[in-house]
T-cell receptor, first 115, second 113 residues
Framework: EPEVTQTPSHQVTQMGQEVILRCVPISNHLYFYWYRQILGQKVEFLVSFYNNEISEKSEIFDDQFSVERPDGSNFTLKIRSTKLEDSAMYFC?????????????FGEGSWLTVV | DAKTTQPNSMESNEEEPVHLPCNHSTISGTDYIHWYRQLPSQGPEYVIHGLTSNVNNRMASLAIAEDRKSSTLILHRATLRDAAVYYCILRVPRGTSYGKLTFGQGTILTVHP
């Protein structure tokens, strides 16, 4: 079954450093998302992306965050200057359409630890 | 977003049916009811969805109340691999917000051997 793949699975970074989390969505999907989950808390929506632009973003997704689809297969989340509170599991997701019954497929996640 | 209410936790024995309830009294007429689950250390996984009629797939069944104010996810024979957090989520049918899933705390399902 097709799947969303994410790299790295775990990254440790120093506060203030830039981090790029990478995702390869399912190949025929057109809609891409990032979610995050702080340890012990709910899964939170960050951003959705379609047709090379952000279609919606949450309050969490401030100027420190950016997303990009640099080529036909990758989708990245960049955090420019990481803070301790950015430590979380980041999930990439994709879907083939924005329909009432479409499924959103999630990757296994990238665990980010900011020290 | 319309709100859903789920029990914090439930327990089941292996190979027994499990009924996971969800209340959504403020659901609008066009909101779809989706269920996702999250196994330990994994990303959320789609389980099933429906609008008005009961639905079955290979993973589970979804029973939707006639007034749509509640629904029940049914796992017909729980296995140890079904131990996860189960999320009941309402989704609007169209628009840019459609891709956004709003997760609650979900129900932690424990399955005993």
């Amino acid at each position: 079954e097709p799947e969303v793949t994410q790299t790295p699975s775990h990254q440790v970074t120093q506060m203030g450093q830039e981090v790029i989390l990478r995702c390869v969505p399912i190949s025929n999907h057109l809609y891409f998302y990032w979610y995050r989950q702080i340890l012990g808390q709910k899964v939170e929506f960050l951003v959705s992306f379609y047709n090379n632009e952000i279609s919606e973003k949450s309050e969490i997704f401030d100027d420190q965050f950016s997303v990009e689809r640099p080529d036909g297969s990758n989708f990245t989340l960049k955090i420019r200057s990481t803070k301790l509170e950015d430590s979380a599991m980041y999930f990439c997701a994709s879907s083939d359409a924005v329909r009432s019954g479409n499924t959103i497929y999630f990757g296994e996640g990238s665990w980010l630890t900011v020290v | 977003d319309a709100k859903t209410t789920q029990p914090n936790s439930m327990e089941s024995n292996e190979e027994e049916p499990v009924h996971l309830p969800c209340n959504h009294s403020t659901i609008s007429g066009t909101d779809y009811i989706h269920w996702y689950r999250q196994l330990p250390s994994q990303g959320p996984e789609y389980v099933i969805h429906g609008l008005t009629s009961n639905v079955n797939n290979r993973m589970a069944s979804l029973a939707i109340a006639e007034d749509r104010k509640s629904s029940t996810l049914i796992l017909h024979r729980a296995t140890l691999r079904d131990a996860a957090v189960y999320y009941c989520i309402l989704r609007v049918p169209r628009g840019t917000s459609y891709g956004k899933l709003t997760f609650g705390q979900g129900t932690i399902l424990t399955v005993h051997p």
